[in-house]
């Protein structure tokens, strides 16, 4: 049975970083897609950054630059490093995975606030 547990996120104020984490089990995250996804309150869920099994990566225009996406193949865990976060960045923040079939993290808050 594929799970990923996500961790991190919380409040921060505009210009800080946060790092979040996905780590899967019954999935080898560095094997297959995996993706960061955010949604924020009124809006539909989108996506933020995607990285394939080859290693190729994907962001949003809106993060580019800012967000890092990455795999730890021995924690089998999914990052993703977001810099000079702004207000706009809230939402919460969903771990996606591709392994036969879709799979979702629970999503974590990410508030980011003066």
């Known amino acids: 049975q594929v799970q990923l547990r996500q961790s991190g996120g919380g409040l921060v104020q505009p210009g800080e970083s946060l790092r979040l984490s996905c780590a899967g089990s019954?999935?080898?995250?560095?094997?297959?897609?995996m993706a960061w996804y955010r949604q924020a309150p009124g809006n539909q869920r989108e996506l933020v950054a995607n990285?394939?099994?080859?290693?190729?990566?994907n962001y949003a225009d809106s993060v580019k630059g800012r967000f890092t996406i990455s795999r730890d193949h021995a924690r089998n865990t999914v990052y993703l490093q977001m810099n000079s976060l702004k207000p706009e960045d809230t939402a919460v923040y969903y771990c996606?995975?591709?392994?036969?079939?879709?799979?979702w993290g629970r999503g974590t808050q990410v508030t980011v606030s003066s």
């Open positions: 996606y995975g591709f392994w036969k079939d879709s799979f």
């Open positions: 019954g999935i080898i995250v560095s094997r297959t897609t």
């Open positions: 990285v394939t099994g080859s290693g190729s990566t």
